[in-house]
């Protein structure tokens, strides 16, 4: 079933994002709020976390906190909303292009990688899903 509609966050799902950017941003020593506003501040913290293994296949809620951070990232750079999806796969956080149907769900974009043992490489991943988004906005009729 595709996605048609979506709602707004919850103070609750607020309050999560904000909980798991503050744990992305505690990788920084000094300055953090100011280190992880621009883009590469957010790609580089997650580049440094997964490049230095400092969270484990079995950290589900740590790899998916990071994918708020690629999920802020993506966000900033093709200014998406984050919204809540009801979809046959529950209730899920999203990003969605506004003006369009494209919705993108980045808490899992690490975590599903580095759960199969795979190697990821954030700006790599970042590039590819902006590659795709733009291509899947700007091909609709």
């Not at 709020?33 to 580049?47: M, S």
């Not at 999806?85 to 003006?99: A, F, K, N, Q």
Request: contains cysteine.
């Amino acid at each position: 079933m595709a996605v048609t509609e979506h709602t707004a966050l919850t103070e609750g799902d607020i309050a999560s994002l904000d909980m798991a950017r503050n744990w992305v941003r505690g990788h920084f020593t000094e300055d953090a709020d100011v280190r992880y506003a621009p883009l590469e501040g957010k790609l580089g913290v997650l580049d440094g976390i997964l490049q230095n293994q400092w969270v484990g296949p079995a950290e589900t809620n740590k790899l998916q906190w990071m994918g708020v951070a690629l999920g802020d990232a993506l966000a900033q750079k093709l200014m998406l909303d984050w919204v809540v999806v009801d979809d046959e796969h529950g209730r899920t956080i999203s990003l969605h292009w506004p003006g369009t149907k494209i919705y993108c769900h980045p808490l899992t974009m690490i975590s599903k990688r580095v759960e199969k043992g795979d190697t990821v490489d954030v700006h790599e991943l970042f590039d590819l899903v902006c590659e795709r988004l733009s291509e899947m906005a700007f091909s609709a009729k």
